[in-house]
């Protein structure tokens, strides 16, 4: 029986997410590493499957294929506790995957891979990340205040979607000791997870 495959980079918190939800979910899966530093999104093979280039990509059971991290997630969590039944939590889960993509990612990932995988000095990587990271681990560290997780009282996606990269915000140049309640955070959904801590 054919099963998905996930073709990712083992280094990409963006392909985490996929096989997180996979894992959780006891969906069955193959891996295809699939290497951005060398280039083998690049290839003529690659292209043929996914032509943005990116990964994760996944090729479901049926044949058909899916890109984007967040789209992969929701497809496989269809009918899972990963997302709210109720409308407004549903919602919130949403706008919590949107702002991943578009502030935390953006920020905290591209400083990371530019610092610890291209080992640039600080004084060459664009100097907004920084106060954009504190920012958005601020705001997050408030939002966790008084809840456990981001939406609702039970794990779903939208803290998947945000601990993957959260939980190396070290690399990128964030010390998580000051921020706390993400800090917090991070334990709890890696424990949810049962993945091993990435926590310094």
């Not at 059971?61 to 899916?66: C, Q, T, V, W």
């Not at 949403?94 to 991943?100: G, I, P, R, V």
């Not at 504190?134 to 601020?138: G, R």
């Given at each position: 029986?054919?099963?998905m495959?996930?073709y990712?980079?083992?280094?990409?918190?963006n392909?985490?997410?996929?096989?997180?939800?996979?894992?959780?979910?006891?969906?069955?899966f193959?891996?295809?590493?699939?290497?951005?530093?060398?280039?083998e999104?690049?290839?003529?093979?690659?292209?043929?499957l996914?032509?943005?280039g990116?990964?994760?990509f996944?090729?479901?059971?049926?044949?058909?294929?899916?890109?984007?991290?967040?789209?992969?997630m929701?497809?496989?969590?269809h009918?899972?506790t990963?997302?709210?039944?109720?409308p407004?939590?549903?919602?919130l889960m949403?706008?919590?995957?949107?702002?991943?993509q578009?502030s935390h990612?953006t920020?905290i990932?591209?400083?990371r891979?530019h610092?610890?995988?291209?080992?640039k000095a600080?004084?060459?990587?664009?100097?907004?990340l920084?106060?954009?990271g504190?920012?958005?681990?601020?705001l997050?560290?408030?939002?966790?205040?008084?809840?456990?997780?981001?939406?609702?009282?039970?794990?779903?996606?939208a803290?998947i979607?945000?601990?993957a990269?959260?939980?190396?915000?070290?690399?990128?140049?964030?010390?998580?000791k000051q921020?706390p309640?993400?800090?917090a955070?991070?334990?709890?959904?890696?424990?949810?997870?049962?993945?091993?801590?990435?926590l310094?």
């Open positions: 029986m054919s099963v495959t996930v990712g980079d083992s280094i990409s918190g392909c985490h997410k996929v096989k997180f939800v996979a894992e959780r979910l006891n969906l069955p193959r891996w295809v590493e699939t290497s951005v530093l060398k280039k999104t690049r290839t003529p093979e690659f292209l043929a996914n032509p943005v990116q990964v994760p996944v090729m479901l059971a049926d044949g058909r294929g899916l890109a984007q991290s967040n789209a992969i929701l497809h496989l969590a009918g899972s990963l997302i709210p039944d109720e407004y939590e549903r919602a949403m706008q919590w995957l949107f702002w991943e578009y990612e920020v990932a591209v400083r891979f610092r610890h995988y291209l080992k600080d004084s060459e990587i664009e100097p907004s920084l106060p954009r504190e920012k958005v681990l601020t997050m560290n408030d939002h966790l205040a008084n809840r456990a997780y981001f939406v609702g009282e039970l794990l779903t996606l803290d979607a945000l601990v990269y959260t939980r190396f915000s070290h690399q990128a140049g964030f010390d998580l921020w309640q993400v800090r955070w991070v334990a709890r959904v890696e424990k949810d997870l049962g993945v091993e801590s990435a310094p």
